[in-house]
């Protein structure tokens, strides 16, 4: 296959005028020529405004690298201290709900904060929040339902979640509010963008060249497909597309979405 992988490079730069591609890399900088470029940039972790200033005190869980932070972290903790580490996870929607589940069942003790008053309230109906919220406690997770977090800060060696009840001290902290998609470079050469990068049926972005695909491609529904088989989808889909294979646009496949939580099976359907 005639395929070209470019290792440990920055894209600083598209030339729509030039149709070019502009990297930083160990070569130094490069331009290279495209006919059809496709954009799948993804997602980072949502952090909610008011945490800005606590960045340095928190982790997020979006990639492999957050991973093998935390799973570094985990095994200091035993280590050094003998026991198992002690979590607060802030976010009760999906990642937030699967995140708190894997790490009690792995032996961790797991606190779980929610500034609303139940569980995966986007995804689940009342009847299943409280049957997941049942799972949770049976896992042992103290889960805490509006929750307003005034301050997230380190004290010796620990850090320290402020609510209006008080101070709770823990190993550390996750932020796990949502993703948002990493729009920024679509958005400096003027593709259009809302919450994620504006395709059409065909996966093409404002530019008829250019087209996206991911958790960063926002389709005609206003929906951002962030889940493995449309996304896996999403790229077959456009490979034959542009090799002329295909002249129909893309179809959301049938796929269920569930939330990966030990030992909960919801009763209805999930709403996304």
């Not at 400096?188 to 504006?198: P, V």
């Amino acid at each position: 296959m005639n395929i070209s992988v470019f290792e440990s490079i920055t894209v600083t730069g598209i030339d729509r005028s030039t149709q070019s591609v502009h990297i930083q890399g160990e070569k130094g900088a490069e331009a290279l020529i495209y006919d059809r470029l496709v954009i799948a940039t993804g997602s980072a972790a949502f952090i909610p405004p008011p945490f800005y200033p606590f960045r340095d005190n928190f982790y997020v869980f979006n990639s492999l690298h957050d991973l093998i932070e935390l799973r570094h972290l985990q095994k200091r903790i035993l280590d050094e201290k003998k026991r198992a580490t002690e979590w607060a996870i802030i976010g009760g929607g999906l990642i937030g709900c699967e995140l708190s589940s894997d790490l009690a069942v792995s032996g961790d003790k797991v606190s779980l904060f929610h500034a609303e008053n139940r569980l995966m309230e986007r995804q689940l109906v009342a009847e299943d929040s409280l049957k997941l919220l049942a799972v949770m406690h049976s896992h042992s997770i103290d889960v805490k339902f509006q929750q307003a977090i005034q301050a997230i800060e380190k004290i010796d060696g620990r850090t320290s979640i402020l609510t209006e009840e008080g101070h709770s001290v823990y190993d550390a902290v996750i932020v796990s509010c949502g993703f948002k998609p990493r729009t920024e470079l679509a958005g400096n050469i003027g593709l259009e963008t809302q919450r994620g990068i504006l395709v059409n049926r065909y996966l093409q972005t404002s530019d008829k060249n250019i087209f996206s695909l991911g958790d960063v491609a926002e389709l005609p529904d206003n929906k951002l497909y962030a889940y493995i088989l449309p996304i896996r989808s999403q790229a077959n889909w456009l490979a034959t597309y542009l090799c002329g294979q295909e002249t129909a646009g893309w179809q959301v496949p049938d796929f269920s979405a569930v939330a990966k939580v030990h030992g909960f099976e919801a009763d209805h359907p999930y709403v996304f």
